[in-house]
């Protein structure tokens, strides 16, 4: 087909995020990345400033899903302008795989289509349409931008839910931008399982949640890679627990977890003091170092035990 072919056919298809991507990838969205897109643009386009969360296990297309949704909301607003904002915990390695990945996509425009064009290292823009990368690090500065068009912060629940509500959050206000968080779980206190958990009480169809298996069922090659790994690591494991069940573990990042801490409660009847029978304190020690370090083990040191 032409090009300028291309250009009229995208413009006729792009009623639908779904064909849209097709037409412009040669690529469909899987069904369940489909169906949070298509949620978000709706969203987008009737002002509705809806929060959505979307929580897909590792390798399940999140990324490409967020880059197909800001090149399709780009295309259709190249004349009329309007930006999209992208956040992530990092700038290198998230936000520039993630602009990389959304000028892949960009790259299948035909002519006819705006001027793309990238600008200050973190700008990427379509005619008069654009998207701004901004760090959610603790110590960016992002005070300022405006998202009008879509408000979106990935891997979310590494992001500090103190920066994003004074940050970011109010760049989403004079238009009533809806806004998306991507991720995975972790603990139930960070932000994205937050949201998620307001999400599934207020506004449930604003949640999309794809653990392994729904890839898994189409795709043998990743339910053979995810199985492995499962019985490398075991079915408890906090990675497989997290990252491809999507199950929140609250012990995570812990050097204990439940079962663990548990056990150092014990059973036995709790001194009151240290004068108590058999008193004296005890001793507690933390090997920092490691064996062979040179650094000294920090020891927590008590009166010594009587000697009967």
């Not at 297309?61 to 956040?87: D, M, P």
């Not at 700038?91 to 064009?117: D, I, M, N, Y």
């Amino acid at each position: 087909m032409p090009r300028r072919g291309r250009f009229e056919a995208l413009q006729f298809v792009s009623a639908d995020v779904g064909a849209f991507s097709l037409a412009l990838t040669g690529r469909a969205l899987r069904p369940y990345q489909l169906a949070a897109a298509r949620a978000i643009v709706r969203s987008v386009l009737a002002r509705q400033g809806r929060t959505f969360t979307v929580m897909m296990a590792r390798q399940m297309g999140k990324n490409e899903l967020s880059a197909q949704l800001e090149a399709y909301l780009l295309f259709l607003h190249q004349r009329a302008g309007g930006t999209i904002v992208k956040a992530a915990p990092t700038f290198k390695p998230q936000l520039v795989t993630s602009k990389l990945r959304l000028e892949r996509v960009l790259a299948h425009l035909p002519a006819g289509s705006g001027r793309r064009q990238a600008r200050f290292g973190y700008i990427v823009q379509l005619g008069e349409a654009a998207i701004h990368f901004l760090s959610a690090e603790e110590s960016s500065n992002v005070v300022g931008a405006t998202a009008d068009l879509l408000l979106e912060i990935d891997e979310a629940q590494d992001v500090s839910e103190d920066k994003f509500a004074k940050d970011f959050r109010p760049m989403a206000s004079t238009a009533n931008t809806t806004t998306v968080l991507y991720g995975t779980a972790w603990s139930s206190d960070t932000m994205l399982a937050r949201q998620r958990a307001a999400n599934l009480r207020d506004d449930p169809s604003a949640h999309f949640e794809f653990p392994w298996t729904v890839l898994a069922a189409l795709s043998p090659d990743y339910q053979a890679f995810v199985g492995a790994e499962i019985r490398r690591l075991g079915e408890d494991h906090p990675i497989v627990r997290t990252q491809y069940r999507l199950e929140t573990v609250d012990a995570a990042g812990r050097l204990f977890g439940p079962d663990q801490l548990a056990l150092l409660q014990g059973t036995h009847p709790r001194l009151a003091s240290p004068e108590d029978e058999d008193g004296g304190l005890f001793v507690a020690g933390v090997d920092i170092a490691g064996e062979g370090e040179e650094l000294p083990d920090v020891v927590a040191r008590g009166r010594q035990p009587r000697k009967d």
